[in-house]
């Protein structure tokens, strides 16, 4: 029997850094500041694009020195800076920012948006440089991102606890239609481009592969893995 409240990955995270749960989805990068147990098997990553994590700038990305960021997202916020330092040698200044593209490149070089507003840009359409992070980070490192996953404090992930988290992981894959129709109304996309989203852009089943590119983006989180002699700087 579970207890649910419904919250972003952040918000999760703060609830079990507060002991006000027990277990919740929370950002990959928060392993980096909280002892949690992983619940293996379920999560959110991408094998490329992912659509949702763009960087739009108005110069190539070697030449940002101040990104707007949206910090809902805690681990787009340090991939976004783990690529442009290792893909293209820039150490941009973050400026916090709503996700408000056009006053983002107001004040800065670069904005990162997020999620839902970032859904609702058409990226061809736009007269300056996006880059699609899970697709940056494929290209850095041949392996999948793993954006949240389902962990718990010490004890309270147990196996019967794991299966339920599989188990409801696979019932939301075959409703979703259900899902779809949900998820469109609510947030007033097409179904088209939720249905994409969802089964294209974003794997919600993980598998080893999967933690061997989460490890390695916590590594570079903690900045454990030494940054290359020379930035590629492709165009």
């Given amino acids: 029997m579970f207890d649910l409240e419904f919250r972003i990955p952040a918000g999760c995270a703060d609830q079990l850094a507060s002991g006000g749960a ?10 980096t500041r909280q002892e949690l147990e992983i619940i293996p098997g379920a999560g959110i ?3 490329g694009a992912v659509r949702s994590i763009l960087l739009i700038s108005k110069c190539p990305a070697a030449q940002i020195r101040t990104l707007a960021v949206d910090s809902s997202s805690r681990t787009s916020v340090e ?9 293209y040698g820039a150490d941009p200044l973050q400026i916090p920012h709503a996700p408000d593209l056009e006053a983002m490149l107001g004040i800065a070089d670069a904005a990162l948006i997020i999620g839902d507003p970032a859904l609702a ?42 299966e339920a988290f599989r188990s409801s992981c696979r019932y939301g894959l075959e409703h979703m239609d259900e899902i779809v129709a949900a998820e469109s109304a609510a947030r007033g996309f097409s179904q088209a481009v939720i249905r994409e989203y ?6 919600h089943e993980l598998n080893e592969r999967d933690y061997r590119g989460m490890e390695l983006f916590l590594n570079y989180a903690r ?13």
Wanted: glycine share 4%; charged share 15%.
């Fill in 22 to 31: 027990d277990i919740g989805i929370v950002p990959s990068f928060e392993l």
């Fill in 45 to 47: 990553a991408c094998y």
């Fill in 79 to 87: 991939l976004v800076r783990v690529i442009l330092e290792r893909r």
């Fill in 121 to 162: 840009i058409d990226p061809a359409s736009l007269p300056w440089h996006v880059y699609d992070l899970g697709a940056e980070w494929l290209e850095l490192t041949a392996l999948p991102m793993v954006f949240a996953v389902w962990a718990g404090h010490a004890g309270a992930v147990t196996p019967a606890v794991a």
């Fill in 198 to 203: 969802l089964t294209r852009h974003i794997v």
């Fill in 223 to 235: 900045r454990e893995e030494p940054a290359p002699a020379v930035p590629v700087t492709p165009v």
